[in-house]
T-cell receptor, first 118, second 114 residues
Framework: AQKVTQAQTEISVVEKEDVTLDCVYE???????LFWYKQPPSGELVFLIRRNSFDEQNEISGRYSWNFQKSTSSFNFTITASQVVDSAVYFCALSEAGIYNQGGKLIFGQGTELSVKP | DAEITQSPRHKITETGRQVTLACHQTWNHNNMFWYRQDLGHGLRLIHYSYGVQDTNKGEVSDGYSVSRSNTEDLPLTLESAASSQTSVYFCASSEVGGAGDTQYFGPGTRLTVL
C-alpha cells in the first residue's frame, strides 16, 4: 500500500543552521511522483518541488535542495542557512500513476513543523 | 490572475446540520480535489473529480458528497455534520490529470462542528 512517512514531527533550529527534513515513501508503482509543499503560519499550501520516479538527479533551488534516492525510498529536503521565514510545516506527498495514469491523488505525510529561531 | 478560492473561510455549525463548502477556480483546470487536514494525519483526500459530471471517492469520503456541474466549481457537502468533521478543508486543482500534475491549493476553510 502507498504511504508517506515524515518521522520528524517538529524540528527547531537557530537561524543560519542547515536543516534536513526526512521523507520516506512506500509504493508498488514504478511510475510515481513526489512533491514537497510548504504551509507557513498563514495556512496556505505552497508548492515547492515535483520529482518523477525516473529522475534521481538532486535539485537545488537557492537555499533549498532535494535528495531523491530510490534505493532507500527517500526524498529528503535540505534548507541551507535557514532563516526565520522558513518557519512552517512542510509536507512530503506521493502521487502514483496507476494503470491509466489517471492519478493526481496525493498521499501526504504527517508533516514536519520547522521552527527557525533568530 | 487565475486563482482558486474557497468560501466561507471560517464556519461554525451544529451537529446534524447540512453544510456546503464552496471551491471555485479560474484556471479552467479539469481536475479538482478536496482534502481535510487534521493534526497528526497530514492531508487526506475526501473526493475528487476529473471533469464535469465526474466524481470519485477518496480515502475519507464517508459523510461527504460532491457534484461537478461545471469546470470551475466543486462544492463539498456534509450531509449531516458530525463533531469528527471539525477540520480544515482544502480544495485543489490541477490541469490535466496525470499523476505528475502539480496541484494548486485554495486558502482553506476552517470548519467547527459543535
Amino acid at each position: 500500500a502507498q504511504k508517506v512517512t515524515q518521522a520528524q514531527t517538529e524540528i527547531s533550529v537557530v537561524e543560519k543552521e542547515d536543516v534536513t527534513l526526512d521523507c520516506v515513501y512506500e509504493t508498488r508503482d514504478t511510475t510515481y511522483y513526489l512533491f514537497w509543499y510548504k504551509q507557513p503560519p498563514s495556512g496556505e499550501l505552497v508548492f515547492l518541488i515535483r520529482r518523477n520516479s525516473f529522475d534521481e538527479q538532486n535539485e537545488i533551488s537557492g537555499r533549498y535542495s532535494w535528495n531523491f534516492q530510490k534505493s532507500t525510498s527517500s526524498f529528503n529536503f535540505t534548507i541551507t542557512a535557514s532563516q526565520v521565514v522558513d518557519s512552517a510545516v512542510y509536507f512530503c506527498a506521493l502521487s502514483e500513476a496507476g494503470i491509466y495514469n489517471q492519478g493526481g491523488k496525493l498521499i501526504f505525510g504527517q508533516g514536519t513543523e520547522l521552527s527557525v529561531k533568530p | 490572475d487565475a486563482e482558486i478560492t474557497q468560501s466561507p473561510r471560517h464556519k461554525i455549525t451544529e451537529t446534524g446540520r447540512q453544510v456546503t463548502l464552496a471551491c471555485h477556480q479560474t484556471w479552467n483546470h479539469n481536475n479538482m480535489f478536496w482534502y481535510r487536514q487534521d493534526l497528526g494525519h497530514g492531508l487526506r483526500l475526501i473526493h475528487y473529480s476529473y471533469g464535469v459530471q465526474d466524481t470519485n471517492k477518496g480515502e475519507v469520503s464517508d459523510g461527504y458528497s460532491v457534484s461537478r456541474s461545471n469546470t470551475e466549481d466543486l462544492p463539498l457537502t456534509l450531509e449531516s455534520a458530525a463533531s469528527s468533521q471539525t477540520s480544515v478543508y482544502f480544495c485543489a486543482s490541477s490541469e490535466v490529470g496525470g499523476a505528475g500534475d502539480t496541484q494548486y491549493f485554495g486558502p482553506g476553510t476552517r470548519l467547527t462542528v459543535l
